[in-house]
Structures are given as structure tokens and as C-alpha cells.
């Protein structure tokens, strides 16, 4: 049966961004899911995100309003993923005022989006407001509260809050500040102390307006010169929340994928339908998280690959982040009898539905489906292999152990359901605790792992970070020299410590041509080049010869950065002033990334 809606994804976005034009706000691009110039996060996970160098001072290309619609990837919480609200890809209709309007003006803003009948229309007694309740650092936020009650707000649909709830800013620092969140009531409270934090499902969360006074650093809070308006709302959220519904998954952007998964089960498994009813119970129960599970990893994986940047499977990094979605999706699938072939029709149809918000879907179709297609085999190589491991196990043993079953997840990629299924099947017991225990073990170890990736602070507080984003121009132009034209930006992270640089090129250098190109950027350095940037359009920058990732739009101002003669490319900064500062330039490692991709680590010294 079909459903009906009153807002869909695609006239949600197209009501933000109107709305906020018509406040006169420049529509920004939808940036990389790969951030391009912060190296402290492997994906876009907020969107404000990639204007951080903005947030904190830096003067934008299009004005002081913006508005856009960003694609981020969140993989925090992916044992999450499978409940009713969380997912791994989702976009975030975001709105900006750097140093422009303040918080009066930005609850006016969300208060008419989402009251006035020419918008979304939704009755005042059905919202809820929360404020922030104060601390040590900054003052109970009686302006925001003033301001909600100018619009008639009732003292008994607002709430003051603490930070926990009603703070906001990266985990790595950076811009941050009170924010006033927005919710829509959904039944009456469970109790007179239920507040919107209360997690008995009678509010959901709408919109979050951020507002920005502060900057996170190692030292602690420092006000920001001018105040910024950051707010973000998660669309699939608000779609949750406007149409009443009760999971992302019922919302119309995965119902094409959701049918198809259905039929396709169905007829794997019909015989047991047919045959077995404790057995279909059985089944129908798990059905739900697992198919779950599938359309996220596979949505979100197609959100991943379907970027200016392609990211490809691999084993680190994101590739690996992408990986381990679509191989957590293939197990899955497996549990539900379907072959790997469905989930390629489910790629399909999440490619076709974002075809055209996400254009870069459309022109990475044949991309996603042959990556998908040679990680599918590969895992399924994989996955015989775990399937002997549980036979050889079980051959052995009346239990499987903590460890063991830690084993088969964590070297064939059996989640903890998959090896209970299997050994439900035989009657075998599997000790879950035990499992735990050396999953949390292991979370420990990956977080400490990781949090390097998350060290360093906000790209654009640190010189050294800056000095190395310089660096990384330069070498980019060199290679360019040294190579031939043509060489592309494929990636780049950059900690306090080193720049690594992946660009597409199909061998080996030679040591004479990584000698050359060091030698390059050192002369570059030595010159003392002044480092400046003009904004333009595209089309421009295009005629120009400026290299780096283009944006969506022709039309659309951005940023070009040159260093003297020899280096012009598009790129949000910041960067040194002059290359003189950068000191020497040194190549520590050059190989191979994944195909047609090579990787140079360098340093600064
Ligand atoms: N950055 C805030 C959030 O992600 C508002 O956009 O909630």
C-alpha cells in the first residue's frame, strides 16, 4: 500500500532552502563527506562542519547567510543502527550567520519556518522549546527564552536545560556555544518531571539553533570576536517528526529499497512461510533489525561512494569505514537467505532516489555498483572462510566461548547475531557475556587508536596544520610538474606532525622523481612566495587553470589560492601568509594507496 506524506524528502529540502533564500541567504554547495581540509575527522559528520574555518573568523566567499542542504556520515553509533532513528548517512538542512544576525533574528527565522502556513505549518501547541540552563561558563540563556515567548510561547512548552542537552560543538573543539532546540509533541508527557530529554518518546527533536559565542580550544573557552548562528535540522528526523512516523525507515526515501528487500525475501523464504509458522515468527522478529541493517549500510555506503571524492573499500581509514558497511550488510543478507545480488538492486534504488539531489550519485552509478559487486565476492571468500572456522569450532566443543565468538566477529566479520543464529541452529549455546567482555575490551583499545585521528585540534588553530596545508599545495603543483598534468587530489589528512597525500597516478615514483619534486617544493619555500586568494566563479577559476575539487554549481564563488606562479588551487584555506615560514620540506614515504592511487607521507622540518 502506498503511503502518504505530508512533506517528502525532496519538498523538505526545497522548503528549506527557499525559505532561507527568501531571508537572503546565498545557497552553499554541498560539500565532501570527506573533509578536505580538517584532518581531525574521516568524514563530515555535522553540518556545519566545513565551515569551521568560517565559524571562527574567516570571511566566506558568498556573504555572512548561507543555507544548504549536507550529506554527513556518522559511524559513532553503528551498533545503534537497526533502532528507529539512527543512521549512518543522513543530511543536515543547515543555516549560517557568520557574525551577521544573532539569536532574536535566528528564533524569529525558525519560528515562522515552522509555524507559518506558507511553511511547514505546524501548530504552536504542538512544539516545544528547551533553553540552556546556565553554568560556570556561560549564563542561563533568559534572551532565547525571552525571545520564544515574544512569538507566544507558553512557560509549559519551554524548558531550561542543562549542557548536556543544550550545548553544541564538535568533540574535537573548535566553534561552540548554548543552543535552543525545537521539538514537536508526539503523545502527552509520561510524567509531570518529563522533559524533552526524557527519552519516553513524547518529544522529537526537530531543529537545533546553535549559538556560537565560543571557540573550544586546548586552553579552554575563548570568545569568538563576532557571534555566529549555526542550525542544523537532521532532515530524515524532521521527515520522522512532521509526518508522524515512527522510524527512519518509513520515510519515502527508502521505501522503493525497503519493497524491493521485502519481495526478494519473501520469495527466498517462502517455502518456510509456507511450511513453518513458529519458524516464520521466528524469522519476522529478527526481520525487522536486520533489515535495518541493510538499508542503512547500503544507503550509506552509496552516499559514501557517490561523493566528489571516491572513496573505494580498503583496510584503513574510511575505506575501511565503508567496508566494514557494506560487509555488515552482506551478512545480513545471508541471515535473510537473499543473495548479494539484492543488495545491488537495493543500490539501485537508493541511487536512483538520490539522483537528483546528490548528482554525484548519478555520475559514480557504475563506480558504486562494480565496488560493491568486487567487495561482495571478496567477502564472500571471507565469510566461507568463517563459516569452516564455526563448523571446525563446534566439531570441538558443546559452547562456544566469549573469545571465540569475539574471533569469528572480529576476523570474519560474524556479528554476535549471525554466530547465535548459526549455533541456535545446532542447538549449541554461545557465551554472549563473554563476547561482550571482549567486545568492550577491544572498543577500549580502538578508541585510544583512534584518537589520534581526533587529536590535533580544529584544522586552522593550529600552524603547524596550517603550515602543512601549504606544504600540501605545493606538492601537489610539483607533482603536477614533475608528473605531467593531469595528477588529482584524492585525499588528504593532515596532523600536527606530517601531511599524507593521495593522488591518482598508476605507478611507482622513481627516487630520481621524488627527489625532483622535493627539490621543487624546497626552491618554492626558499623563494618566500606571498600566499593570497582572490574569489571567483567556477567557470573562472576553471579558464584560469586552477586545480583542486570543483564544487556542484558554475556559477557558484569560490576560493582560489595562489602561490606565486606556482600554485593555484581551489580551496577553503586557511594557509600560511608566505611560503618562507614553512621551513624544509622532506618526503619520508611514498606508496601505494589503493589502485591507481599512490600516497606520500611528508613532513615539515
Ligand atoms: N551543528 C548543529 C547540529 O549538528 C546545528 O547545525 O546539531
Not at 429 to 443: I, L, S
Amino acid at each position: 500500500m502506498e503511503r502518504t506524506y505530508k512533506i517528502t524528502a525532496k519538498e523538505l529540502r526545497s522548503m528549506w532552502l527557499r525559505f532561507f533564500e527568501s531571508k537572503n541567504h546565498a545557497i552553499i554547495k554541498n560539500s565532501s563527506v570527506v573533509p578536505q581540509d580538517d584532518p581531525t575527522v574521516l568524514f563530515t559528520t555535522a553540518g556545519m562542519q566545513p565551515l569551521v574555518p568560517y565559524l571562527l573568523g574567516e570571511k566566506h566567499p558568498q556573504g555572512t547567510r548561507l543555507a544548504n542542504v549536507q550529506t554527513c556520515i556518522r559511524t559513532g553509533d553503528i551498533d545503534d543502527i537497526g533502532d528507529k532513528t539512527h543512521c549512518t548517512g543522513f543530511e543536515m538542512l543547515g543555516s549560517w550567520s557568520l557574525g551577521d544576525y544573532f539569536k532574536k533574528e535566528a528564533i524569529a527565522f525558525s519560528f515562522e519556518f515552522l509555524t507559518s502556513p506558507q511553511w511547514l505549518n505546524i501548530p504552536l501547541e504542538n512544539l516545544a522549546f528547551t533553553v540552556f540552563e546556565g553554568n560556570a561558563d556561560a549564563p542561563r540563556d533568559e534572551v532565547a527564552a525571552t525571545a520564544w515567548r515574544s512569538h507566544g510561547v507558553k512557560d509549559d512548552q519551554l524548558f531550561y536545560l542543562p549542557k548536556k542537552e543544550n550545548w553544541w560543538g564538535l568533540e574535537t573543539g573548535g566553534p561552540c556555544g548554548p543552543c535552543s532546540e525545537m521539538f514537536i509533541v508526539k503523545k502527552p508527557r509520561c510524567s509531570a518531571k518529563c522533559t524533552p530529554a526524557c527519552d519516553c518518546g513524547a518529544y522529537v527533536e526537530i531543529w537545533n539553533d546553535v549559538f556560537m559565542e565560543y571557540n573550544k580550544t586546548p586552553n579552554g573557552l575563548v570568545p569568538l570576536e563576532k557571534p555566529n548562528i549555526d542550525t542544523g535540522m537532521g532532515l530524515e528526523r524532521a521527515l520522522i517528526a512532521i509526518n508522524g512516523l515512527n522510524s527512519v525507515y518509513e520515510i519515502d526515501t527508502f521505501q522503493n529499497a525497503l519493497h524491493s528487500l521485502s519481495d526478494a525475501v519473501a520469495i527466498a523464504n517462502e517455502e518456510m512461510f509456507r511450511t513453518s509458522p513458529e519458524q516464520t515468527q521466528l524469522f519476522q522478529m529478527r526481520f525487522i533489525k536486520q533489515s535495518r541493517i541493510i538499508l542503512d549500510h547500503i544507503r550509506a555506503s552509496c552516499l559514501i561512494m557517490g561523493d566528489m571524492v571516491k572513496t573505494v573499500p580498503s583496510n584503513s581509514g574510511r575505506g575501511y569505514v565503508l567496508r566494514r558497511l557494506i560487509r555488515r550488510a552482506l551478512v545480513q543478507a545471508r541471515a535473510l537467505k537473499i543473495s548479494p545480488d539484492v543488495l545491488l538492486v537495493l543500490a539501485g534504488k537508493f541511487i536512483e532516489e538520490y539522483q537528483d539531489s546528490h548528482p554525484h550519485i548519478k555520475e559514480n552509478r557504475g563506480f558504486i555498483l562494480i565496488e560493491l559487486e568486487k567487495e561482495f565476492s571478496k567477502f564472500s571468500k571471507t565469510l566461507e572462510q568463517g563459516v569452516r572456522e564455526f563448523e571446525k569450532l563446534i566439531s570441538k566443543k558443546k559452547q562456544i566461548s566469549g573469545v571465540d565468538a569475539f574471533r569469528l566477529f572480529d576476523t570474519f566479520g560474524f556479528p554476535i547475531e549471525i554466530t547465535k543464529e548459526m549455533a541456535r541452529e545446532r542447538g549449541i549455546e554461545v557465551d554472549e557475556q563473554g563476547f561482550n567482555v571482549a567486545f568492550e575490551e577491544h572498543r577500549k583499545k580502538s578508541q585510544t587508536a583512534n584518537a589520534g585521528v581526533n587529536a590535533g585540534g580544529m584544522a586552522g588553530n593550529d600552524p603547524k596544520i596550517t603550515n602543512l596545508h601549504t606544504a600540501t599545495h605545493l606538492l601537489l603543483a610539483a607533482l603536477n610538474k614533475v608528473l605531467g598534468k593531469g595528477i588529482e587530489q584524492r585525499g588528504s589528512n593532515i596532523t600536527a606532525e606530517r601531511l599524507r597525500f593521495d593522488f591518482s597516478f598508476d605507478r611507482k615514483l622513481e627516487k630520481e622523481e621524488l627527489d625532483k619534486i622535493e627539490k621543487l617544493v624546497n626552491e618554492q619555500i626558499k623563494k618566500g612566495l606571498k600566499i593570497s586568494f582572490k574569489e571567483m566563479t567556477v567557470k573562472e577559476a576553471k579558464a584560469k587553470g586552477a586545480i583542486g575539487i570543483f564544487g556542484d554549481k558554475y556559477g557558484e564563488i569560490v576560493k582560489v589560492y595562489s602561490m606565486g606562479d606556482f600554485s593555484m588551487e581551489l580551496c577553503g584555506g586557511p594557509h600560511a601568509q608566505n611560503t618562507k615560514d614553512l621551513g624544509t620540506f622532506k618526503i619520508q614515504k611514498e606508496e601505494a594507496s589503493s589502485s591507481g592511487v599512490r600516497r606520500i607521507k611528508a613532513t615539515l622540518e
